[in-house]
């Protein structure tokens, strides 16, 4: 599976963005998508996943400001950034899996997933 991700970019504190994921290749029945971040310094950290039936999951520190919508024809997922914050300056990176998910799991792992793509790079000014 190969991930394409764009939309990165310089935006001031409390504007938004939007990040897209292509995916291509065999990503299977069961694929679950998601968005990671890495700021300079840091570990990469989970921010958001849509997995196979549409359920969704988010980092406490995201929720209410993000939305992740995947689309499973396309086999894309964008995340649309809002109200954000110099914190959430980082790399975003798409990352997708294809083993099976119940609504019960909660796939936040990087271990989590198989695929990623390049990354993206978000900056957050204050």
């Known amino acids: 599976v190969q991930l394409q991700a764009c939309g990165g970019g310089l935006v001031p504190a409390g504007g938004s963005l939007r990040l897209s994921c292509a995916a291509s290749?065999?990503?299977?029945?069961?694929?679950?998508m998601a968005w990671f971040r890495q700021a300079p310094g840091k570990e990469r950290e989970f921010v958001a996943a849509?997995?196979?039936?549409?359920?969704?999951i988010y980092a406490d520190s995201v929720k209410d400001r993000f939305t992740i919508s995947k689309d499973n024809a396309k086999n894309t997922v964008d995340l649309q950034m809002n109200s954000l914050e110099p914190e959430d300056t980082a790399v975003y990176y798409c990352?997708?899996?294809?083993?099976?998910?119940?609504?019960?799991?909660?796939?936040?792992?990087?271990?989590?997933?198989?695929?990623w793509g390049q990354g993206t790079l978000v900056t957050v000014s204050s």
């Open positions: 290749g065999r990503t299977g029945r069961w694929n679950t």
């Open positions: 849509s997995l196979w039936n549409g359920d969704t």
């Open positions: 990352e997708s899996d294809r083993t099976y998910y119940s609504s019960n799991d909660k796939p936040t792992g990087i271990r989590n997933y198989d695929f």
